[in-house]
């Protein structure tokens, strides 16, 4: 395969919002989706928000002709929601599930019950070893005071050290995905300089689609206008990455958005745009320039300010720890002292009923509800804090081994 | 580094039985192992069950000389018990937590609070890039009748999977662990099989410790007797594995177990015996054999073999996912019955006041109680059924595959 001409890949990225039960018109645009992707023959389409499987087996059936090669990765309550569709054998997968996730009690908001994870899938082009990573971020609920951000920092970063780590033998390595932040934020300029991948926006020759490539836009008539208000192009979450990893070079063409209406119908797609872009990867000569993708001394910066946020996150999960622990005594103390107010009553040490009986016992039914509760949350609070803890104890060793390179070479 | 002579590495393996006031004589113990590890002066030292993070400080205090690199991998609420000391510098660490680790209601056996996972630490040695794993995979407490089974093959096959894809571009794969698996298991079969980690106990040119390299022994005082009874000479589940991946051969010159008692002491280090192994480590022309560990028709017997193990534990975790969703269903309905019954009084429908408050309330409150338990286990089990799922389709697609491979040759 050697002196090849150069090989294009069209790539194909959305956050397909079906959410059974809640998503507006979902099988109908799942059905819309699955036809626009048979005409349009992509070579690699990864899909999110893909919650229920008879959608992916759906997909599956009508995709069959030209996407030969699928894979769903199963994973949490709901799944992980996410998929892949290939022209070419997918050789090997591998799923890797975040360790923090949102809470469980957020129930409105119900990320933590999607197991959010990458997924890896391995395919194999004319003697070039693609990984492609497909993944969705925690959500971002409110971006003035956004809760979540320490989880979504450590997300960013284990989605970092995973590719990392596993695509040591890869030829080319492509992310596409729902990263939920904006290109500026902390989150992606970590992911980015960790692992030196390129976003096929900012590199594409060519561009046609939604205004700087926003993926959220208010034409879409799903979004919510008001989220939108502060942005009125819209924003970009959505993300097509790459890098060439040794002796292979990337370059981006083609980047395309879908923008709001699907071509011919009156609904879009999902509410996010779909993102497709056109790769050309060639050989060349020699190793590919630096594995890191920005220059060091940022990148120092880049990890000290997402340690940072990691660390607000950190303080924040230990007074909670420490809250719901001590909701959890207080409620333990309330029933010895209603065990030991029944024990007296027993031995006769009170004169008469002190306590009418329902509101004793109902009493007693809410401090063991409260005692559970209080519990179930203190045992999640204590592994938030272990895994921030651990994110922050990981970033420093790589500061350090940052600050130290210099002096090595 | 090229031309070099042989490199010489001592690997010290332990499961140290630390759990904070349950395990007898810990802090003794712990300062007999930090002395022992001292004096001996290993160059890489994989713990397992220090649950205790003071444990683990400890440690590190006392062998900052001799081990000035060292990792303590968090994960759950109680931790993962999992930690490395190094001679040379750790370059950088992973951690994968197993998505199946039995059952949180059986809390007797307590594994699944540890959210046993696989460590991974990257050293570099002369040159030679090593990819350590460390791991803990869950316990066996009934070999006739193995609830956890499925669940440890579901952690065999994720470990297997896993070093698989991080170690393409490692020179050298060491593997210390507690596997809780009898050599000729199914699931250390799969383990070995399907990544080519070969047995140091079985390579061994010289071996030196208990019979048959048992490091679960009767002679161990701390060990329940009557658990070993089937097993006169004990039993071996503690292991280090190792393979070379590419242009290195590995050679296991000596390997030795603890033997009971600690030297000149009267108690052991722990309830397990410790594994020590001294490898011969060189360069060698052209790459190494084949990726796999074992001849292809055996290893698709032995896929085969697990996949059906695994299967048995789907059909399982599917009737509890089935009858814990009914007893929600049977407590709701209960709920909603008592409902109609307090609107029907509220409304005169009923003569007179006809069933007692107290009894009234706590059946209602049973009702809820029984409604959230179900709704949990439900959820867990829908978990369970879905990881399960995916490990069976992952082998499937190994199997296929494996026996595509020759037809392509």
Known sequence: MEGDPTLRLRVFDLNCWAIRYLSKRRQERIRLIGDMLRQEGFDLVLLQEVWSEQDYSDLKVKLGGCYPFSHYFRSGVIG?????????????????????????????????FCGKSVGLVIIKISGIIFNVYVTHLHAEYCREKDAYLPHRLVQ??????????????????????????????VGIRLL???????????????????????TLVPNNCFTVKTELLPFPLGIRIDYILYKAVSGFMVKCEELKTTTGTAPGMDIPFS?????????????????????????EPTLVDVVTEARMEVGVGLRAAQRQRYSTGRMAVLALLLLLLQAAAVLGAL????????????????????AIGVLLLATGLHLFHIIEVKMLQATEEQMRTALRALQERPSDG
């Open 80 to 112: 992980s929601g996410l998929c892949v569709f290939s022209r070419f054998p997918i050789l090997d997968t591998l799923l890797y599930q975040y360790s923090l996730n949102g809470y469980p009690y957020m129930l409105q908001h119900g990320d933590w």
């Open 156 to 185: 960013a970063w284990e989605l970092a050290q995973f590719i990392r780590h596993t695509s040591k033998a890869a030829d080319v390595v492509l992310l596409g995905g729902d990263l939920n932040m904006h290109p500026e934020d």
């Open 192 to 214: 980015r300089g960790w692992t030196g991948l390129r976003d096929a926006f900012a590199e594409a020759t060519h561009f046609e689609g939604c205004e700087d490539g926003c």
């Open 271 to 295: 509410d996010h745009e779909a993102v497709m872009a056109t790769l050309h990867i060639r050989r060349q000569g020699g190793a590919a320039g630096a594995n890191l993708g920005t220059a």
């Open 347 to 366: 031995a006769g040490l009170a004169a008469g009923q002190p306590f009418p009986k329902l509101s004793f016992s109902l009493l007693a039914f809410l």
